[in-house]
């Protein structure tokens, strides 16, 4: 294979991966920015004029699109370049960039109902760093940078579904490690657990996933005798 996640791993092996890594990069900003975004300049207005669409998403959130505003790239140096091409029309304006923090953590904890996460982030704790001193039984100055990471990508992990080989393979580590890893999160969290199958005992029951503001997914394969389909659809119902 030679996608991004596999190079990566490769750049110490050989002096080939780094530069073919770069150039997939700026072939990507040339490609979908730096030659798009000039064609959907409106000749009247001399302006880019997105729509974002309310009802494509299954999920039911915002999508952008001519250009996808959305996804204009920010964490590199280049990609900022692209970013400030995007300038209000009056000097005295400004565009302002919001973001939730770690929200889909938060909701997790909302859901979950689970009184420690809830008081560390009532607290504005980094959730991570709290995280990492629960499981690995260690006091929160004492935890290293390596306990936090593996505990980041586990609470992300979580909530998509991921399993012990996916989160193996994302902090680099073998399949019983991240297994035994998973297995005392849940341990510390069992209420999040509960969480988790009471959303796929939910959509068994009625087909669909419903969202805090009461929108219904549908899921169409909750009940399917396929393994890999049915855990698709497990994974929906979580993270609807």
Same mark, same amino acid.
């Given at each position: 294979?030679?996608?991004?996640?596999? +190079?990566?791993? *490769?750049?110490?092996?050989?002096?080939?991966?780094?530069?073919? !890594?770069?150039?997939?990069?700026?072939? $990507? *900003? $040339? %490609?979908? @920015?730096?030659? &798009? +975004?000039?064609? *959907?300049?409106? +000749? /009247?207005?001399n302006r880019v004029h997105a729509s974002f669409n309310q009802t494509i998403t299954a999920t039911g959130r915002l999508s952008s699109s001519d250009p996808n505003l959305q996804n204009i790239p920010i964490r590199t140096e280049?990609?900022?370049?692209? /970013?400030?091409?995007?300038?209000? &029309? %009056?000097k005295s304006d400004c565009i302002l960039r919001a973001d939730y923090s770690q929200i889909e953590l938060r909701l997790l904890a909302h859901f979950s109902k689970d009184q420690a996460?809830?008081?560390?982030?009532?607290?504005?704790?980094?959730?991570?760093?709290?995280?990492?001193?629960?499981?690995? %039984?260690?006091?929160?100055?004492?935890?290293?940078?390596?306990?936090?990471?593996?505990? &980041?990508?586990?609470?992300? =992990?979580i909530i @998509?579904?991921? =399993?012990?080989?996916? !989160?193996?393979?994302?902090?680099?580590?073998?399949?019983?490690?991240?297994?035994?890893?998973?297995?005392?999160?849940?341990?510390? @969290?069992?209420?999040?657990? &509960?969480?988790?199958?009471?959303?796929?005992d939910a959509a068994k029951h009625t087909g669909y996933a419903e969202t805090i503001l009461h929108r219904r997914r549908k899921i169409t394969n909750i009940n399917n005798r396929n393994a890999n389909k049915r855990a698709q659809a497990e994974r929906l119902a979580i993270n609807t």
């Open positions: 294979s030679t996608d991004a996640a596999v +190079l990566e791993q *490769l750049t110490d092996q050989h002096p080939i991966v780094e530069p073919i !890594l770069q150039y997939r990069t700026l072939s $990507k *900003l $040339k %490609n979908t @920015y730096v030659d &798009k +975004l000039p064609s *959907l300049i409106n +000749l /009247r207005t280049l990609g900022s370049k692209v /970013r400030s091409a995007f300038i209000p &029309k %009056n996460l809830m008081a560390a982030f009532a607290a504005d704790q980094d959730i991570h760093r709290f995280v990492a001193s629960q499981i690995f %039984n260690v006091p929160i100055e004492d935890v290293t940078s390596e306990m936090r990471s593996r505990c &980041k990508a586990v609470n992300f =992990g @998509y579904g991921q =399993g012990a080989f996916g !989160l193996s393979r994302s902090i680099g580590i073998s399949q019983p490690e991240a297994k035994k890893f998973i297995d005392d999160y849940f341990a510390r @969290y069992s209420s999040i657990r &509960k969480f988790m199958d009471s959303c796929i």
